[in-house]
């Protein structure tokens, strides 16, 4: 069964910081999604990777995933107040390609 | 992506009681993901939902409580059966089209 884990749990960052939250997965996944998440909302998208190696960039946001490690990063570079929200992974995997998502990361980043 | 429409977006109910919460989507798709969050939780998955079929349920989710409907392929509700104040979840249905997984604005429910 394919359980999906992050780290931490809570990030409090200060403005201009760099920092990465983990997301481990346990078993084969095709893909990889990361999502945000603000107070009160829906889930929006932030990428989608496909396959080992990838590396997919938007502003301050990079993300990568390592297949064979089972693990995916968010690298979060010089942060701002605007990136405050709680940020998930997701792994799809089984017979129906169901996203199992992990545990969240609740960023606040601090002026 | 798809867009869907979701509701209600809140609502409060009576313990004992049932809330179908709707979905449509904008385009014709094959599976439909109905999730819940807890309070301050990560999204947990409920069920997937093929039209035609009856819905496949994870483990821990039974069809007397969380029945769901799937009349076509734009479609889908779930319904929250005799609620407790333990249902008091946010409640999100889901599509994918190619890659992308799309969420609906999420129910709110609070039950007293």
């Known amino acids: 069964e394919l359980k999906v884990e992050q780290n931490p749990l809570f990030l409090s960052m200060q403005e201009g910081k760099n920092y990465t939250i983990y997301c481990n997965y346990s078993?084969?996944?095709?893909?990889l999604y990361w999502y945000r998440q603000d107070p009160g909302k829906s889930l929006e998208s932030l990428f989608v990777?496909?396959?080992?190696?990838a590396v997919k960039q938007e502003g301050r946001l990079m993300a990568s995933l390592d297949t064979k490690a089972r693990l995916s990063t968010l690298h979060i570079t010089a942060a701002v107040h605007d990136l405050s929200a709680t940020y998930f992974c997701a792994a799809m995997g089984g017979a129906t390609n169901k996203l199992i998502f992990g545990t969240g990361t609740l960023l606040a980043v601090q002026p | 992506s798809a867009v869907i429409s979701q509701k209600p977006s809140r609502d409060i109910c009576q313990r004992g009681t049932s809330l179908t919460i709707q979905c449509q989507v904008d385009?014709?798709?094959?599976?439909m993901f109905w999730y819940r969050q807890q309070p301050g939780q990560s999204l947990t998955l409920i069920a997937t939902a093929n039209q035609g079929s009856e819905a496949t349920y994870e483990s821990g989710f039974v069809i007397d409580k969380f029945p769901i409907s799937r009349p076509n392929l734009t479609f889908s509700t779930l319904t929250v059966s005799n609620m407790s104040p333990e249902d008091s979840s946010i409640y999100l249905c889901?599509?994918?089209?190619?890659?992308?997984?799309?969420f609906g604005s999420g129910t709110r429910l609070t039950v007293v």
């Open positions: 889901s599509v994918r089209v190619s890659l992308i997984y799309t």
């Open positions: 990777l496909l396959s080992n190696g």
């Open positions: 078993t084969t996944s095709d893909r």
């Open positions: 385009s014709q798709v094959t599976m």
